[in-house]
Structure formats: structure tokens, C-alpha cells
């Protein structure tokens, strides 16, 4: 069901009106110094969009897991002041995202003010999504906007919860064009639809794999797994990463693969290490020659070409998960080349979705994050939404 956003209403509908905003401000942050300040940029349309209509913004964000509990390492400072910066307007924070401070705070609002919360996750109430939290939380606002995407598949107070105590409850610009991307390429894409699937667990992503063999035109995987799918076939794999337990579940997988007449691609040759460090030995073997005590850490040349040549008349390419252990210079070449590749395929007028997580920092570290068509603000969001799941936090909105 398309949700409402904030296109959806006017300007007599949030003009002086306090708007409660969930943003995902969970950002790295490097002794005190916000190191990718990407998901604050990415919220600023919608905060911008309420200010210029004339809101007063409150802005509630997580940062971080610090348990229910204050911990002065994971307070919202930092993106106080760099959300001042990027608006050109003063961000007032609060020290806690209830209580008295908090309403003071709020009735000193002009129209157009932007006002962050603390963590919200200082609070045990938020993850457990706790009602009276909620109704706290919501007491200060008018109306909901959710632009959270990377923590829509949370059902918190702070995400669902609120929804039941404001309306409207609405969905930002970001989580608008999230769905927009993510949605459209897994329920009417343009095709060839291909989805590269990499990373170091087969266990996180096999709820993904699953769905998009129902949905793919080419499934391409890289990474850590197909260790476990070459064992599942009864090669010998070194000392390289396996899951014991998901071989059946490998060998179900390529089944399926077949029956569904999904072209399921594993690499054919890959850079072995003699152990898991930078500065390793390394060689290049094809699969079924993996020596004892060596491990794969990359997908090789050949696997790299293979890969480039089925991608080459793709019109929609999804990808999760680097090719190697793309951190160790030595190991990073196939997860480059890939994230080159799509950087062309962009080019031909194919639609590129890079799902989150650690792809965005490969892309990032290939210089080629705008030439994608879309990078996802959310790593978990974006898988849940891939496997078909629904995301409580969107949900949970207002239809339109
Ligand atoms: N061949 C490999 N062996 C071990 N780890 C790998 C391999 N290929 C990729 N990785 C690691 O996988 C990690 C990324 O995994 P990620 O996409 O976050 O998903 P998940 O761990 O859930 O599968 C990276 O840190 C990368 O170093
Ligand atoms: O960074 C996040 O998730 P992600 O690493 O899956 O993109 C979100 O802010 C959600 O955080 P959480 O996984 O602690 O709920």
C-alpha cells in the first residue's frame, strides 16, 4: 500500500505545526568527529521541506546500541552541530528526548526552528517500544514524520510506536525514495535482473538468496559464502570460510536455482591467502584446485570476467555484500572491479542499487558512489526489504 509523505501535505498542514521527524542519524563517528555524514545529508530534503512551510522540526534519531542507558560516547552532539553547518541555521539539542527540558525547549520554538532530541536510545522503553514512552515521545509534537529508513525495520517507540498518538503519521523524502528504488527492482524491474550477493555469511543471507531466486534473471555470488557452496558440492576449500551448517541448504539453493532456470553464478577461480591478514602470502588458484591451509579471501580474474560478462545486458543490478575482504588492499581487486563495472552499467541507462552496509563504503572507496543509481541509507532495512519482509516503521504510516 503506498504510504502518505510529506508531498502530501500543505503548507496549512505543518505551517507553525510541531512535527515530531525519526531520522536515522546513526552515523561513524571517530573520537568526536563525524567520519560519513552521509544519512544526515540524506535527511536534510525533508527537514528543509517542513522549515520552508513553516514547522517548528523536532528531530529524533538513535545512535549507536547504548543498552537503555546514558553513555556520554553516543550522545548527538556532533550532529548537532553538523546538521547547523549543512542547514546554515542553529540546531538546538536537548540532553534527553523527555521531560521538562524537552518541552521547555519546544515552547521557545519559532516557526522554522529545527530543535534534536538526545538519543532516544538512552531510554529502555525505546527498543522495547513501550507505549507510555511513546505518548511521552508524541506529547510534544502536532504530526509524525518517519525518514528513518535505516531503522524502519525496527518497531520502536520512537519508529511505530508514536504513530498511534500522531496524526498524520507520514514518511519522509528519503524513505520515499528508498522504497522507490528498492521496491521497483524487485517488483517490476527492468530486465535482466541481477543481484550480486556478497559478504562473509551465508546465515544472514540466506533469506535474501531465497527470495531473489524467485525474482532474478541472474543470481552472481561472491564473498565469504561460496566456500560454503563448494563444500556443499564436495570440493576441498582449505582453511576458508564455512558454514557446517548451511551445506544442505547450499546444495537446496543451487537446486532451486535450476528449477527456477535462474542462472546462479559462483566464481570459477579465487586469491588464496596462507592466513587472514594485509600483508599475507597470496596466489591465484581456480576453485577446485584450493590448496590445504590456504583460504579464499577474493574472487579472481577470470571469476571477475565471468561475472562482467553476465552483467554486461543487465538492466537492473542489485548488490549486497563485497566480493573479498575488500579492507586488505590485496584482497579488495574482484569487489573493485565489480563496483567498476556497475559504475559503466549505470552509464548504459541500467538502474544500479547498492543495498547498504559494506558495498557503499566499497563504492565509496572506488570513487564511483555517484555514479550509481541508488545507495541505500540502510544496511538491514534494505536486506529486509529485499527479502519481502515488512518494515514496522513504514507500516505503521498513514495510507495515502
Ligand atoms: N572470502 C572472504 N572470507 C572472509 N570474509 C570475507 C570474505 N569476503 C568478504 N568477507 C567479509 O565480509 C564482510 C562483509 O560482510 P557483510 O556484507 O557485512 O555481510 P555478512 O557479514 O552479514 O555476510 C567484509 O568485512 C568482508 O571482509
Ligand atoms: O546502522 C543501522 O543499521 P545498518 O548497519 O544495518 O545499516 C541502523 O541505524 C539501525 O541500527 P541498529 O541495527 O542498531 O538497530
Redesign the pocket.
Known sequence: MPKKTVANLSASDVSGKKVLVRADFNVPIDNGSITDDTRIRAALPTIQELTSKGAKVILTSHFGRPKGKVNESMRLTPVAARLSELLGKEVAKTDDCVGDEVAAAVAKMQNGDVLLLENVRFHAEEEKNDPEFAKQLASVADLYVNDAFGTAHRAHASTEGVTKYLSPSVAGFLIEKELKYLQAAIESPQRPLAAII?????S??IGVIETLLEKCDKLLI??????TFYKARGMKVGK??VEEDKLELAKSLEVKAKERGVDLLLPTD?VVADN?AADANSQTVSVDNIPDGW????IGPDSVKTFEDALADCKTVIW?????????DK?AAGTEAIARSLAGLTKTGASTIIGG???VAAVEKVGVADQMSHISTG?GASLELLEGKELPGIAALDEA
Not at 295 to 298: E, F, K, T, Y
Not at 320 to 328: A, D, Q, T
Open positions: 556478497g559478504g562473509s555469511k551465508v544472514s543471507k561472491g564473498g565469504g559464502m561460496i566456500f576458508s570460510l579465487v587472514f583460504m579464499g579471501l577474493d549486497n555484500g563485497p566480493m573479498g575482504v575488500f579492507e586488505f584482497f552496509g559494506d558495498s544496511g
